[in-house]
């Protein structure tokens, strides 16, 4: 039963991730700054959607975040990979980005990420 539950929900998640994705593009100038979370862990990506290629990506499976981190999927470990991609982007010369949640409604470990990636001075 819980299997069926976690599959019906997945596939709800997906099919509003593909209706976000319609609008959402990422270029070289704002490129889309990816959201993916599982129960143990969260991560992001900076993707060029023209060139189709991943600018950065920092996740709480990271070895540099893995030893900072006790558990890779709560607000702290969210809070630490929108830092470390704020840092990142900002090396590449990335200010502004395009928020795709991926789906996953905005609140917690999302939202956790985001509001940490802004005080990074990252734009969105």
Avoid: C
């Avoid at 990422?26 to 490129?31: K, L, Q």
């Avoid at 889309?32 to 991943?54: E, F, Y």
């Amino acid at each position: 039963m819980a299997s069926i539950i976690s599959e019906v929900r997945r596939k709800k998640r997906v099919k509003r991730h593909a209706r976000i994705r319609k609008t959402v593009k990422g270029s070289a100038e704002r490129p889309r700054l990816i959201v993916n979370r599982s129960s143990k862990n969260i991560a992001v990506q900076l993707i060029d959607d023209l060139k189709g290629i991943t600018l950065a990506s920092a996740s709480s499976f990271d070895q540099t975040l893995r030893s900072q981190l006790k558990y890779g999927g709560n607000l702290e470990a969210a809070k630490a990979v929108g830092g470390r991609i704020a840092k990142l982007a900002k090396e590449k010369g990335v200010q502004k980005v395009v928020f795709d949640r991926g789906g996953y409604s905005f609140h917690g470990r999302i939202k956790a990420l985001a509001d940490a990636a802004r005080q990074g001075g990252l734009q969105f």
